[in-house]
């Protein structure tokens, strides 16, 4: 069944051989505030301490590193939310590349200049992903650069399931795993790893109840479009394009659920991460402690919870830890 699917565990193994010595082995802690609560045992996947700051440098380098010799002279570009520049923009300096990136006006000013500072070009460009992605098509089309998408890309996909392979070798009886959920990058590969290995595991997706583009296209049976808005998971915006090519279809196949979550809940599991765990969590890291929180998984353990990054701004992170619980609900409404 998984051979036909457009990423599986030969990839994967390929991919975690290649970004070896690049990126992180991150570690899966026991999480005991979180074990007493559900009753089995619980890990946090620490991917948020991964370089950059997210699961992201897996897959872009995983993308950075297939490329030729004269792709990686003509450089890197891609469209992104923030942490996905973030991680090419130091996979493309790591291998002698430059990674020309575009963002909407929507990303904090925090994540632009992280990305200038990591040596990318910067672009802010339109309201929305889509209208970045097509200044993104332009730059290939005019000056032959290579396109590395965020999610939607076997390349990408196979690195972010490095990570699954990694908390199945960390927790090998584990029975659940919480993935966040956006364009489904991290999800497909993670679950496609996963369940390779253990086939009775369960993969949730997790993401927010503002725009949740994939759990949408699901239920439509096809990629459809939703309008985007401000969240405390900024990490998790964006649609899955309409015309995706890899990530619906295994996220279809490998997801045995998708749990959607208010902007409080996702408040509470930041407050969790900071307070219990002594973490500081950006919103999408959160998803998985956020989602045990609101009682929304059936409890069946072990379960790994993937903490998928922590680039927030530390002035919104205070709101939050002080008990902001929907810091963007009146640009939500308008
Ligand atoms: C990109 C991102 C996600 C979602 O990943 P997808 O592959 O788009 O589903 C989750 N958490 C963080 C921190 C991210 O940067």
Known sequence: MTAALPV???????????????????????????????????GLKLEHHQTTGSFKLRGASNAVLSLSHDERARGVVAASTGNHGRALAHAAKAEGSIATIYMSHLVPENKVSEIRRLGADVRIVGKSQDEAQEEVERLVAERGLVMVPPFDHPAVVAGQGTLGLEIVEQMPDVATVLVPLSGGGL??????????????????????????????????????????????????????????????????????????????????????????????????????????????????????????GRNIDMGLHQRVMNGEDDPFRKEAAA
């Open 187 to 308: 999800a497909a590969g993670v679950a496609a790893a996963v369940k390779a290995r253990k086939p009775t595991a369960r993969v949730i997706g997790i993401t927010m109840d503002r725009g949740a583009a994939m759990k949408a296209s699901l239920e439509a049976g096809k990629p459809v479009l939703v309008e985007e808005y401000p969240s405390l998971a900024d990490s998790l915006g964006g649609g899955i394009g309409l015309d995706n090519h890899v990530t619906f279809r295994m996220c279809r196949e490998l997801l045995d659920e998708v749990v959607l979550l208010t902007e409080a809940e996702i408040a509470a599991g930041m407050r969790h991460a900071y307070a219990q765990e002594r973490e500081v969590v950006e919103g999408a890291g959160a998803v998985g402690i956020a989602a045990i929180l609101a009682g929304q998984i059936e409890i069946d353990g072990p379960i790994a919870v993937i903490i998928s």
């Open 8 to 42: 599986g565990i030969e990839e994967i193994e390929v991919a975690a051989r290649r970004i070896a010595g690049r990126v992180l082995r991150t570690p899966l802690v026991f999480s005991s505030a979180l074990s007493e609560r559900c009753g089995v045992p619980v």
